[in-house]
């Protein structure tokens, strides 16, 4: 009988993903109580309308990745009504805020989450169906002073705290503002005129963008739209006085704290809530991520609370991709591994010492990083040591210093080989250039999806642990076997490689 899957885009976590999940989870509510921060939990699912409202009926999320379904009523009084997985988590926050009568306390709410999140997007790699989000909304009455460039900076500087607790390596904050809801607008109708004569020359999708909402052809990637693009109004010229000195404002407070940022005046991010300052922090390309290189992006939403019938109440938030935030940790985990030592070489007696000593200098001038054990080390400790430190490990024994021949053991090949010591210089190298001196290796599931033998839509997580497992040769004649077929019988299946082999 055939076998039950989860379903395409969602996932499991077993017990050897969830201690990460879990150590990042603690991390950020360690940082988030240093700032404040109470947690709240929402509903899974929510009326409809609460997302058409705030998210915006004409956004991809709205229009077409939610979950929506006719829930019947069960009784008389329990009437039927349209509801939703919830796709994000802010709407639902602003949504609680207003049913439990928070603002009255006049004080600023600081309040995050951490839970699934779901839109029927294509899965690839960091895009799921189902996928995790840790969020934070800082939200008030105006006089709460929710409305100021303070909070924004505070919100920001947590953000730099939180992914450098984590170690994350590399990543960049991109900043810009959109001013008001009328500075929006007025933005939005220039770029609608400035669209209407040259969007013929872009995608299908940017040119219905271009009269639905225009302001999300600026988040388009489409390589064939970027001349037009790049040529459209900027924001930064319909913003008026007050957004502007706000936004000089977040940039002086991020200067003090010493969180560096870069302004992106295309970052517009398309959910119809936001106003003025909207940020995104991505990774480096190589972190894990493929093309989904942005691990969270958040901004100010300072009518939000109105459009959902509640108070005036000015705020701001984020959502961490948590799925991204996990697979970027991973990907520079094992390149941080990558960078051990060329070789660490263990002396088998007190009396190997000088030797060893003599040999780790011919490496050390040779180019090569390099450790040295101690002669008193058992070796088992010279192994836990080794293995910790480098890459290789060099047996500096009685017989190795008589014969002149060594033994060099490679902990990720598990291989151990005979060098002549004349020769150990020019054979780590080589075997260095082979491991991580070269260009990262590009995974199976790239190459494979690079020559069209499996889609990059379909691809998923669990694909991707299985393909991983082919050697490059087997992969070369998945590859072969592709163009074979295609060019034979117009042959385009897109698991063609899972079936064939697995
Ligand atoms: P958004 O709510 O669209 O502003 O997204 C905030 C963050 O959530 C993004 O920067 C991503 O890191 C993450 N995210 C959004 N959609 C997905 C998805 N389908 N799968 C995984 N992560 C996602």
Not at 20 to 31: C, D, G, M, Y
Not at 33 to 49: D, H, N, S, V
Not at 287 to 309: C, H, I, K, V
């Amino acid at each position: 009988m055939a076998i039950i899957k989860a379903v395409r885009g969602t996932r499991d976590l077993l017990p050897r993903d969830t201690t990460l999940w879990n150590h990042v989870e603690a991390t950020a509510r360690s940082v988030f109580a240093r700032y404040g921060f109470g947690e709240i939990r929402t509903p899974l699912f929510e009326a409809t309308e609460l997302f058409a409202r705030s998210v915006g009926e004409e956004t991809d999320i709205v229009s077409k990745e939610m979950y929506t379904w006719e829930d019947r009523g069960r009784a008389e009084s329990d009437r039927g009504q349209s509801l939703t997985l919830r796709p994000e988590n802010t709407a639902g926050v602003v949504r609680a805020y207003i049913e439990h009568g928070m603002a009255e306390s006049g004080m600023l709410e600081k309040l995050f989450y951490i839970g699934p999140q779901f839109r029927r997007e294509r899965p690839q790699r960091g895009r799921y169906r189902q996928f995790w989000q840790i969020g934070a909304e800082v939200l008030g009455p105006p006089w709460s002073g929710s409305d100021s460039a303070l909070r924004d900076a505070e919100v920001l500087e947590m953000l730099a705290t939180l992914l450098d607790e984590l170690g994350v390596k590399g990543w960049r904050l991109a900043l810009n503002s959109v001013g008001s809801a009328e500075d929006r607008q007025r933005y939005s109708a220039a770029l609608r005129e400035a669209l209407a004569p040259v969007k013929h020359l872009m995608c299908e999708d940017n040119q219905r963008r271009a009269e639905t909402n225009p302001l999300r052809v600026l988040d388009s990637k489409d390589p064939n739209d970027q001349k037009v693009i790049d040529d459209l109004p900027k924001i930064a010229d319909f913003l008026d006085e007050d957004s502007r000195t706000h936004f000089e404002q977040v940039k002086a407070a991020l200067e003090a704290c010493g969180v560096p940022y870069t302004v992106d005046p295309r970052l517009v991010r398309g959910l119809d809530y936001y106003t003025r300052t909207t940020f995104e922090f991505t990774v480096p390309d190589g972190s894990g991520l493929g093309t989904q290189n942005a691990l969270l992006g958040g901004g100010r939403y300072d009518g939000l609370s109105e459009m959902l019938g509640g108070p005036r109440a000015p705020g701001i938030g984020f959502a961490i991709g948590e799925d991204r935030l996990i697979l970027t940790l991973q990907a520079q985990a094992e390149e941080r591994e990558q960078k051990k030592l060329d070789a660490f070489i263990a002396p088998m007696g007190v009396a190997q010492n000088p030797g060893a000593l003599k040999l780790a200098q011919d490496l050390r001038r040779g180019g090569l990083t390099v450790e040295v054990g101690d002669g008193n080390f058992r070796l088992k400790k010279s192994f836990e040591a080794a293995d910790k430190l480098a890459r290789r490990m060099v047996i500096f024994g009685e017989d190795e210093a008589s014969s002149g021949v060594l033994t060099v053991k490679d902990f990720a090949k598990g291989e151990q080989t005979k060098v002549p010591q004349a020769e150990l210089v020019a054979a780590l190298k080589l075997q260095s250039q082979e491991g991580s001196d070269q260009p990262p290796k590009r995974s199976n599931l790239d190459l494979l999806i690079e020559a069209g033998v499996i889609s990059s839509d379909y691809s998923t997580e669990q694909d991707s642990k299985v393909l991983e497992k082919l050697s490059s040769t087997e992969v070369e004649s998945l590859i072969r076997i592709h163009n074979t077929l295609k060019t034979e019988k117009n042959f385009s299946d897109r698991r063609l490689g899972l079936e064939i082999n697995l």
